[in-house]
């Protein structure tokens, strides 16, 4: 595999994990509403979704593949329905006014909470198996050794993913702590408008 088709993937990575989607929505979400630390949890449990159907795709795990596609519908709905709640449940307390969990002295939700959340979204995100099953294997040549080929592409992918998801994380991060304190009821109602637009994009998702 030459370093052009490599950086070239790397590029197709970036863009996949900057297009807004439901991934991005509940990373977004979550550092709105409990800060960095809850956002690098949901990184880390998006990159072990991500591993899994990476995996499957990478090792020729073909009923898995199909799984997911066979299942595609119900997946999506699941997943869409799961953000949605939760949205409604950040709005809800943005309206009635309920202090953030950190700001009224109740525990706020644990990393495996977010953890569960980030990899249950990952796994039903369309626009990932679409990536994974379509425009992955366009960037295989199979003249070569393909399995290596396969296993350098999914590195890649993981890579390229985290760092990028974990830039604008950093960013949002940073940027929250500007609206910290009395502004607790607006990144509420922002981090639960981001969760509802998430389930609408998995909502309207088209089968891969």
Known sequence: MSWEV??????????????????????LANVAAHGLHAGLWTIAGSLVGLSFLVTAA??????VMVFMSDWFDVIRWIGALYLAWLGFERLKRAWQGISAPQESGAPAPGGRSWFIQ?????????KVLLFLGAFLPQFV????DVGRQL???A????VVIGISDF???LAIGKARNLLAGNRARLLDGISGTLLLLGGAVLATARRP
Do not use: E, W
């Open 6 to 27: 490599l950086l070239a993937f790397a590029g197709a990575c970036v863009l996949l994990a900057l297009t807004p989607g439901p991934m991005m929505s509940l990373i």
């Open 58 to 63: 990478a090792v020729g795990m073909t009923s």
């Open 118 to 126: 980030a990899m249950a979204v990952s796994l039903s995100n369309p």
């Open 141 to 144: 040549n199979t003249q070569g």
């Open 151 to 153: 296993a350098v592409l």
């Open 155 to 158: 590195v890649t992918f993981l």
């Open 167 to 169: 830039a604008y994380t």
